[in-house]
């Protein structure tokens, strides 16, 4: 089974940055969509931040000007970086894609928490 692998999470101070890394096997090159996903305890997984071929990104709610999301095709990696994080930025982030094997293909997370 496919499997994307992220990295970069930990703790971080209310207002710091972290930029957050997803490896992405090269079979699934090219890609359609990649997204960053959060969920949080307690709470159904949200759409943070979404990558696709056909426009810009879109951000959730309030993360736009704070979020982005980029891909990097020469490294097959996605990136998401995190400025101004806030107390309700924490969760487990989720990266997918959509690319060769024409489904979403996930990873298993990594922790993101911040502290006020």
């Known amino acids: 089974q496919v499997r994307l692998v992220e990295s970069g999470g930990g703790l971080v101070q209310t207002g710091g940055s972290l930029t957050l890394s997803c490896a992405v096997p090269?079979?699934?090159?090219?890609?359609?969509?990649a997204e960053w996903n959060r969920q949080s305890p307690g709470n159904q997984r949200e759409l943070v931040a979404k990558?696709?071929?056909?426009?810009?990104?879109v951000y959730g709610d309030s993360l736009k000007g704070r979020f982005t999301i980029s891909v990097d095709n020469a490294k097959n990696v996605v990136y998401l970086k995190m400025t101004s994080v806030k107390p309700e930025n924490t969760g487990v982030y989720y990266c997918?894609?959509?690319?060769?094997?024409?489904?979403?293909?996930w990873g298993r997370g990594t922790q993101v928490t911040v502290s006020s």
């Open positions: 990558s696709t071929s056909e426009g810009p990104p």
């Open positions: 090269g079979s699934l090159f090219p890609l359609t969509a």
């Open positions: 997918a894609v959509y690319g060769t094997e024409r489904r979403y293909c």
